[in-house]
């Protein structure tokens, strides 16, 4: 119990009682240069204390690095493995006596490994020293150039270079054309120079042609091209499925110059065609003879999605008094289903395509009769014209039954120039005829009084006598739109859209 008498005083702050103190030495004697110059000497005494304790361990160790290089020159593996173990367990040695008595090591397994070794054989690492092999080169190539053109420099203080200097700026332009600046691809440039006017040139055509990509990139995702449909259209059919309207869209039929036509198919029985109008404004263009004047179309974009509705609403038109054409089945902005005309999934070519050889003169008559049958029907019981009817309009089913097709631009009768387009799908068909020919056709004077009951003549040309009579016998109503055509066209459309729609589901809760 004698630590008990004063536990403090021997072992206060846990510490062991045989730990060595070192000697505590006041602030004065520190600064004094006399302690300082002892220090010295006795830290020389410890080093050659320390020398003579190797020496006498392993001989003379003042051994140089070279020292320690071998010389393998007639050895076999093993024994340069085996003498490179010797040296290494002698070095190993070395730094655990010298850090025995300083507390530092120096242990570099390392420089014992044979070179061959060291590198890595991977073939990454291979190339990573390849290419770094080839950077080198070439700023190696870069630096001389520099330097050479260090050297033509004026000395002098005229020598002093700016940003200005062409030379830098030509370097400084080239570096941020070909590396970050700009988003064109420039391929691999470095180290030449452009001068300013170049580089800002660059610069503005690479802004300008990134916004162009930007907008491209926006029409294409919105554009319905040759080949595909846009995501809208995707979509809108993805919906169809899922309600039920068919089951599966499989290829496209054909692609028009306005449109892609694609087959669907329900339970594999039914056939649909899908028309999707194009939504490229280049495409409209065309299409529009009388709606280019409509000054009400400012945006021509919305006009693209009345072409699928006329086309559904003259179809169901002309189904609905039991016309060749295929039946209307749904519509919604630019995309139209309808019927498919054809056999076994394969579409009716269009008169243009029929291989005409294999047929006699009869059969050819009677497709011929069909035709104009069609236009005559159109015309009196339906109040239409077809307005672009020829053999790419035309489709033959193989039971040699004739159809007719793509009627967006169809016009009601009460437009001002139905009959001027009337004469002109008469010398389509009378012309096509003509050439497969069809004997006793008739002329186009007769097949206008046919269609029509007018009482055209003759001797005079059809369009000229079409003509004066569209200029006498145009009503009041239509004088009023004279010059917009398409006004009227349009009212007569809407008035009957509004009829055809159904009532709403609303209507008994409003
Ligand atoms: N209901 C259909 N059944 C089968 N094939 C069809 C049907 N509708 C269109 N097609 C095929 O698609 C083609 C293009 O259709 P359509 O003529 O209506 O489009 P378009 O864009 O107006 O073409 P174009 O400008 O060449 O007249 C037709 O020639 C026809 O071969």
Not at 109 to 137: G, W
């Amino acid at each position: 119990m004698a630590n008990c008498d004063n536990p403090w005083k021997k072992n206060a702050w846990g510490k062991k009682e045989d730990v060595v103190e070192e000697p505590v030495v006041s602030f004065i004697d520190v600064m004094s240069e006399e302690y300082i110059e002892d220090m010295g000497a006795q830290e020389k005494l410890e080093e050659e204390r320390y020398m003579k304790q190797l020496e006498q361990m392993f001989g003379d160790t003042s051994t140089s690095d070279d020292q320690f290089s071998l010389n393998t020159e007639g050895m076999t593996d093993e024994e340069v493995a085996m003498a490179l173990q010797r040296h290494f367990d002698r070095e190993q040695d070395v730094a655990r006596a010298v850090a025995s008595s300083s507390g530092v090591v120096h242990f570099a397994p390392d420089r014992y490994l044979p070179k061959t070794l060291q590198e890595t054989d991977s073939e990454e690492e291979d190339d990573d020293a390849l290419r770094q092999a080839a950077t080198d080169l070439l700023y190696a190539k870069l630096d001389a150039e520099n330097a050479s053109e260090t050297r033509l420099r004026p000395e002098g203080t005229s020598a002093s270079r700016t940003k200005h200097d062409t030379g830098v700026s030509g370097r400084r332009n080239a570096d941020k054309t070909f590396n970050d600046r700009n988003t064109l691809p420039t391929g691999d440039m470095v180290g030449d120079k452009l001068n300013n006017k170049v580089f800002n040139k660059l610069m503005a055509f690479s802004k300008s042609e990134s916004k162009r990509q930007m907008r491209q990139n926006d029409k294409e995702e919105k554009a319905t091209t040759d080949t595909s449909v846009d995501n809208d259209t995707r979509l809108l059919l993805y919906k169809w499925i899922n309600q039920g309207v068919f089951d599966s869209v499989d290829g496209i039929i054909a692609t028009g110059k306005e449109s892609a036509v694609l087959h669907a198919a329900q339970h594999s029985a039914t056939s649909y065609a899908i028309k999707v109008y194009k939504t490229t404004l280049s495409e409209f263009k065309n299409r529009s003879e009388y709606v280019k004047d409509d000054f009400r179309f400012k945006n021509p974009r919305g006009v693209l999605k009345i072409w699928a509705e006329r086309e559904f609403m003259n179809l169901t038109r002309m189904a609905k008094h039991g016309l060749p054409c295929p039946q209307p089945i749904k519509v919604r902005r630019n995309v139209l289903v309808m019927s498919f005309v054809g056999a076994d999934g394969l579409a009716a070519p269009r008169l243009k395509n029929v291989e005409w050889e294999f047929f006699t003169d009869e059969e050819r008559r009677a497709v011929f009769e069909q035709v104009q049958t069609i236009m005559c029907r159109m015309y009196k019981e339906c109040l239409l014209v077809h307005a672009d009817l020829s053999e790419f309009n035309l489709l033959l089913t193989p039971d040699n039954k004739v159809h007719v097709i793509d009627v967006s631009q169809a016009m009601d009768l009460s437009h001002p120039r139905s009959l001027q387009f009337l004469t002109r799908d008469i010398q389509n068909v009378i012309a096509f005829f003509t050439r497969l020919g069809v004997q006793n056709l008739p002329t186009h004077v007769q097949l206008f009084n046919l269609i029509t009951d007018l009482e055209m003549v003759e001797d005079h040309d059809l369009l000229v006598q079409v003509e004066q009579f569209s200029e006498e016998n145009r009503s009041a109503d239509l004088r009023h739109d004279k010059s917009r055509p398409a006004d009227m066209e349009l009212k007569k459309y809407s008035e009957e859209k509004k009829a055809n729609r159904e009532p709403s589901p609303a209507r008994e809760y409003n």
